[in-house]
């Protein structure tokens, strides 16, 4: 079983610590699970054009296999004028909707103002809604107050936080996986 962090930007840091440190409250917790982090700064992914993914000359095809091979997920984005990333917006444009129907997704985000969290309720969950994915309850919003000057979470309430929120995937994971091996044996 293998969960993607996808960390949506192609600047910054922060929102590659947030996605980061929810994969390590998950091998803490459930080393059996392969954890793998995407980490779009890494990556050249085209703009979604519309062609075929093999017509893209840079990383996009590899990007898209990658997040497509995974079960399961915590995306991150900053938010940028009360928006996700352009470059998340972009990869999520590449993907068909099949690659990620019935998968879970967990939800991070931070950025500079206490309002920017509403992006995650009235963006990204819809879009995970579009993908027919299942969204954990819970997420994570970090001002950037929570972290020091070396991007560290020091906030004690946002730790506890990716904390619940790596159990909340997991959980819904092992659950989903149940179901699906118990309908598999019914058949």
């Known amino acids: 079983m293998k969960l993607l962090g996808i960390s ?22 459930r080393p059996d699970i392969e954890v793998e982090l995407l980490d779009l700064r890494n990556y050249q992914v085209s703009l979604c054009d519309g ?21 399961f997920y915590v995306i991150g984005t900053p938010i940028f004028q009360g928006s ?3 470059s ?15 998968k879970v997704m967990g939800f991070v985000a931070n ?6 969290y509403l992006v995650i309720e009235n963006q990204l969950k ?8 299942y969204v954990a309850p819970g997420y994570v919003y970090a001002h950037t107050d929570h972290f020091n000057q ?10 506890s936080r990716i904390t619940n ?11 989903l996986h149940a179901a699906k091996d118990v309908s598999a044996a019914n058949r």
């Open 8 to 29: 949506g930007t192609i600047i910054g840091a922060k929102t590659s610590v947030l996605v980061n440190r929810v994969l390590d409250e998950v091998k803490k917790a």
């Open 126 to 133: 819809p879009i995970a809604g579009y993908f027919r994915a």
């Open 88 to 102: 998340l917006k972009n990869l999520l444009d590449h993907i068909q909707p099949q690659a990620l129907r019935n």
């Open 150 to 159: 070396q991007n560290e979470i020091v906030d004690e309430d946002v730790l």
């Open 84 to 86: 996700m990333t352009g």
């Open 165 to 175: 929120l790596a159990k909340e995937v997991v959980q819904m994971q092992l659950a």
């Open 51 to 71: 062609r075929n993914l093999s017509a893209y000359t840079d990383d996009t095809k590899k990007v898209i296999d990658i997040v497509s091979s995974a079960d």
């Open 111 to 116: 950025g500079g103002t206490y309002q920017h």
